[in-house]
């Protein structure tokens, strides 16, 4: 049996261009659906990575959208102590505030996400210089703020070091505002991944409410809770409160959601791409038989010369297997590798910058894939073609041209 | 183990192809007999079912009637496997276009037949150099087909047709496609297997070639119109 490989392998070898000329079809193919998986997994890797290197200990809770009154579900100041009292577990509710405005720092003028900040510190990027703002600066409604390194580096870029920003202000329309603290770059960088909620300049959450808020309800109040709590007893429980206080329903939204949703959105890219890359097989399968049944036909009088001298149907046929499995088999583990090199460099180069971290290789569901599809592909398509080299008629085949 | 005498015996043997509605009697009752050591021309012109005799002396046709032994074995009901079998025991084939298989080196082509008797590949080796060397051209044992004359192909053919050691060493128009320089050293190559003890039976239409062996069947229609000392 040993020896019908190495005779297939001869047979191979001697016609090298085309035996990789077959095999490139499989090995596009296979490097595509691992590559996809191994990407796909890091991609899940760096996901969770991110929201485990998050504060994930904060989320929002909003009115349920399409309810009868509206009006009585609206959140408004009173809810913030309201929940911070009744919810164990909670270290600071202030209302959701976000917006994108033109922030000017006299000669330039950048568009900035702009809101409002707790002194407990909803942010998880670490402080560079100057302070956070503290209870003071809440409960005097102070018009200072915090700026993170993004804001540093764009409204400020001939500044060499961020402590020389201190005491510099910033003006958001008409507003002036005192920088007291910068905040370096985050550990995770979630704003590339577009997942980042905290703000370039934050300002105390009561300043802003009292400019931007005042009299009206907001749309979101944000919580803030214990390190270590459980998010989800967190959520249902500020949830129950707000209903009972409002006679209305709510919902919540955390990172965890956008975890799942992006985690989700990766695994409809790989199935999409998988979905492709069968096809891609198939196409390759049908080359595979294609070349090997153009090889049949070629080889009709070595065939004939190798029955005539004595061998067996069976022995034809398991020969020309053994080509299609080589052949196959050699594609498929050729693109294992590549699509392993690739998903790689995809982790490496991009999914870790991005994150600092990324899933490890699926070794098991690679294999399986490529060794996989080496069978299947032999299996369908080179034994047609092995049936037909051992069908022959030594007689006719011998007299072919 | 007691060998019979004769290595091929032909008795009444027809064979019929259905081209069609057509029935074409290629072979109308043949009946010789070739004894261990003989040196046999079979002649005739296109169509007088030499090729057809040859094929079920070769064991790759199964005659249509009458009985065929081959070595003493009754080859006419075999089935194909077993017929493989034969061909691989019993036979060895020299075509005229030599039929080696390109892009693999003399030694491996010799080494064929024993490649599909399940023989070890050192052996296989040893084996094939040996018929090489009788054959004359052990030094060019790992060239390929189309690194050798006509010639050399021819004797790489012949080192193949023997390394099984068979019964019988079928040849079909063995120096057709040779010079006539060439085809003297094929012819004297064969008078040498020859006086060894091998038994050879050479199908051509050439009197030159057939005047080596020392018996010569002439076919005409499907029949032996003559059987003579050449």
């Given at each position: ?56 200990n ?15 579900a609206?959140?408004t ?14 270290v ?42 503290n ?41 002036r ?11 995770l ?31 979101a109040?944000?919580?803030l809770?214990?390190?270590?709590a ?9 949830q ?19 975890a ?54 069976s022995q ?51 294999i ?21 080299a ?9 007299r072919?041209e | 183990?007691?060998r ?42 296109s ?78 080796e ?22 050798l ?8 053919a ?8 068979p019964?019988?060493?079928?040849a ?51 029949v032996?119109?003559?059987d003579?000392?050449?």
């Amino acid at each position: 049996m040993f020896s019908y490989f190495i005779e297939a392998a001869r047979v191979l070898l001697a016609n090298r261009t085309r035996s990789i000329l077959t095999i490139i079809g499989l090995v596009v193919g296979v490097a595509t659906i691992i590559s996809v998986q191994v990407a796909a997994q890091g991609m899940a890797g760096a996901v969770n990575g991110i929201f485990k290197g998050t504060n994930a200990n904060t989320f929002i809770v909003f009115p349920k959208e399409r309810q009868g009154n509206n009006v009585r579900a609206a959140l408004t100041l009173s809810d913030l102590a309201l929940v911070q009292q009744s919810v164990p577990g909670v270290v600071s509710v202030i209302p959701f505030s976000q917006l994108r405005t033109m922030v000017d720092a006299g000669h330039k003028r950048v568009r900035l996400r702009f809101g409002g900040e707790s002194d407990k510190r909803f942010s998880t990027s670490p402080l560079v210089a100057g302070r956070t703002l503290n209870a003071d600066d809440i409960a005097a409604a102070s018009a200072v703020c915090v700026i993170s390194d993004n804001a540093f580096s764009r409204l400020f870029p001939d500044a060499t070091s961020p402590s020389d920003v201190l005491g510099r202000s910033v003006y958001v329309g008409s507003k002036r505002y005192v920088i007291v603290g910068v905040q370096g770059k985050a550990k995770l960088d979630t704003a590339a991944l577009g997942l980042d909620v905290s703000s370039d300049v934050a300002i105390p959450y009561t300043t802003y409410y009292n400019t931007y808020q005042r009299g009206s309800s907001f749309f979101a109040i944000s919580v803030l809770g214990a390190q270590g709590a459980n998010l989800t007893s967190l959520e249902t429980q500020t949830q129950k409160v707000l209903s009972q206080a409002h006679g209305a329903q709510y919902q919540y939204f955390d990172f965890g959601f956008i975890a799942k949703t992006v985690g989700g959105f990766f695994s409809i890219i790989g199935l999409i791409v998988g979905a492709v890359g069968a096809i891609s097989l198939v196409v390759a399968g049908i080359g595979i038989m294609n070349i090997m049944l153009v090889s049949v036909t070629e080889r009709t009088r070595e065939i004939g010369v190798r029955k005539a001298i004595g061998a067996r149907s069976s022995q034809v046929l398991l020969q020309f297997f053994v080509e299609s499995l080589l052949l196959s088999a050699f594609g498929c583990l050729t693109g294992m590798l590549i699509g392993v090199g690739l998903g790689v460099i995809v982790n490496k180069g991009f999914i870790a910058r991005i994150s600092g971290v990324t899933g490890g290789i699926p070794w098991l569901e690679v294999i399986v894939i490529a060794v996989g599809f080496a069978t299947l592909v032999t299996l369908v398509f080179g034994t047609y073609p092995a049936y037909r080299a051992a069908k022959l008629d030594p007689i006719e085949a011998l007299r072919y041209e | 183990m007691n060998r019979p005498d004769n290595v091929i015996d032909v008795q009444n043997v027809t064979k019929t192809y259905a081209s069609g509605a057509l029935q074409v009697q290629a072979l109308r009752g043949l009946t010789f007999t070739i004894a261990r050591g003989e040196y046999v021309a079979i002649m005739g012109p296109s169509g007088s079912g030499k090729s057809t005799l040859m094929n079920v002396l070769g064991c790759l046709d199964r005659a249509t009637s009458g009985t065929y032994k081959l070595d003493g074995i009754d080859v006419s009901q075999l089935d194909d496997n077993q017929l493989a079998e034969i061909r691989l025991k019993k036979l060895g084939f020299v075509f005229q276009g030599f039929n080696l298989l390109a892009r693999t080196d003399a030694l491996r082509n010799v080494a064929l037949p024993l490649f599909y008797a399940g023989m070890p590949g050192k052996e296989r080796e040893r084996l094939a150099l040996e018929r090489l060397t009788e054959v004359g051209i052990g030094d060019r044992a790992r060239h390929k087909p189309t690194e050798l004359s006509g010639g050399e192909q021819q004797r790489v053919a012949i080192a193949r047709a023997l390394v099984n050691d068979p019964a019988v060493l079928l040849a079909d128009e063995p120096t057709g496609n040779l010079d006539s320089k060439t085809s003297a050293e094929i012819l004297a190559l064969f008078d040498r297997l020859s006086s060894g003890g091998r038994t050879i039976i050479v199908v051509t239409h050439d009197e030159g070639v057939a005047s080596r062996a020392r018996r010569i069947l002439r076919m005409l229609d499907g029949v032996i119109i003559s059987d003579t000392p050449s």
